[in-house]
């Protein structure tokens, strides 16, 4: 009798036996991709507590404790992203129907795209850790985010963000298709986190824009390219995120996710940096700011929530006037320069009583003009990496 229902039938069980193959993958991305999530906030953490040590003890040696930190962030997501591409390579030599929900490469292995860049943006940041040693006991201690082998460990930390995003969104596509609609929501919120914790970490690079080191002169007239800089960051992320998630208010969701990251690292910091302080008999620098003061949390830029909050009303005016796509690149791509004005904590008359004077009319001008280049370009970019991720299964 249960044969003739037909139970055991070869089709029904061809048919669970994907199934089960679709909820081993998607489970698998989602579960690594909340370790890479978890590293890349480790690291991101452990660089605001690196920022502030340096700032006000210095460097006294190469393994102190927010390198650690960082190190065992880095190391965590890439042993994460090895046991993906191993898995899932297994996975696919084992049994056909695994090798089409992933991305094959070189012939040799197949994973989700995410564990490819995450691996890549470990090694990267792994790499520049030996190399930043290297450089400082040849030029001794700098405090400048914009050193060679800083910019290559954060450019690294922010791959693995990003391709934790990629992990995410493959993860949420498939549990979809296996009718898993909660962890379809769980695997979207994944993606909102790791887009706020990319955001934070890129944003320690823009820290030196408003310094001397941002001005550019230009013969005619001198710029600052904090506002280009902070546009194609913005417009990147929160374009790809708005056009790959299919929620409302995604755009403000990632700036008030990295608005609260910058608020536990006042929390949590300078408590650490002097807590480590006393533990090894250390004591402060002379600087001119407050060494309970977390650095990273007063230079955050502030108004990118006023950008996010206008980019997410303009994606929802589109979608109800069906406005042309051309149109809204070039709607988002304004509303992103909003987010580019340059007001954060530790100065929030900054444009109007230092830069303004600075460049002067004409250089101010000139900055947002530059500024609005970066948005569009950065738009342009997003959206191309949000339609990537929108259709994405490997």
């Known amino acids: 009798m249960t044969q003739a229902i037909g139970t055991n039938s070869p089709a029904l069980h061809s048919s669970l036996s994907v199934q089960r193959s679709l909820r081993s993958v998607w489970t698998l991305r989602l579960a690594l991709g909340m370790v890479v999530l978890l590293g890349a906030v480790i690291c991101f953490l452990g660089t605001s507590w690196d920022i502030q040590w340096h700032t006000f003890i210095g460097r006294d040696r190469t393994l102190i404790p927010p390198h650690l ?4 962030g880095i190391g965590l997501d890439g042993v994460a992203a090895l046991i993906g591409v191993i898995i899932e390579t297994l996975w696919a030599r084992q049994r056909a129907d695994f090798a089409k929900y992933s991305t094959d490469f070189a012939g040799l292995f197949n994973a989700s795209l995410g564990a490819y860049i995450v691996g890549f943006g470990a090694l990267d940041a792994a790499a520049a850790f030996p190399l930043d040693a290297y450089w400082h006991s040849l030029y001794g201690i700098d405090v400048t985010i914009w050193a060679p082998f800083h910019v290559m ?14 992990m995410f969104i493959s993860a949420a596509h498939l549990a979809s298709a296996d009718g898993a609609h909660g962890m379809k929501c769980t695997a979207y919120l994944g993606v909102i986190i790791a887009a706020s914790t990319l955001v934070s970490i890129f944003t320690f690079l823009l820290y030196n824009a408003l310094d001397p080191e941002g ?10 390219v904090f506002p ?91 979608l109800r006037r069906q406005w042309s ?70």
């Not at 930190?69 to 065992?72: K, R, S, T, V």
């Not at 693995?160 to 990629?166: I, P, S």
């Not at 008030?256 to 990251?261: E, Q, R, S």
């Not at 001008?365 to 299964?393: D, P």
């Open 325 to 394: 796509n051309r149109r809204l690149m070039i709607t988002l791509a304004c509303a992103a320069l909003l987010g580019t004005i340059p007001v954060v904590l530790v100065d929030p008359t900054y444009m109007v009583n230092t830069l303004a004077p600075q460049l002067g009319v004409i250089g101010m001008i000139l900055t947002f003009l530059v500024g609005l280049l970066g948005t569009t370009v950065g738009t342009w970019f997003g959206a191309s990496i949000g339609e990537t991720m929108r259709t994405l299964k490997g």
């Open 215 to 224: 001005m550019l002169n230009l013969g005619f007239a001198t710029i600052n």
């Open 69 to 72: 930190m960082i190190l065992g």
């Open 153 to 166: 460990s954060i450019t690294g930390m922010g791959l693995m963000a990003f391709g934790a995003t990629y």
């Open 228 to 318: 280009f800089l902070q546009g194609l960051l913005l417009s990147i992320v929160l374009v790809a995120v708005v056009t790959a998630v299919p929620w409302r208010w995604v755009a403000t969701s990632v700036v008030g996710i990295y608005l609260l990251l910058a608020a536990l690292v006042q929390l949590l910091i300078p408590p650490a940096v002097d807590l480590l302080m006393s533990w090894e008999h250390l004591t402060f620098r002379q600087s001119h700011q407050s060494p309970h003061i977390a650095i990273v949390t007063f230079e955050d830029p502030l108004l990118p929530i006023l950008g996010a909050i206008l980019i997410d009303l303009c994606v929802m005016l589109a």
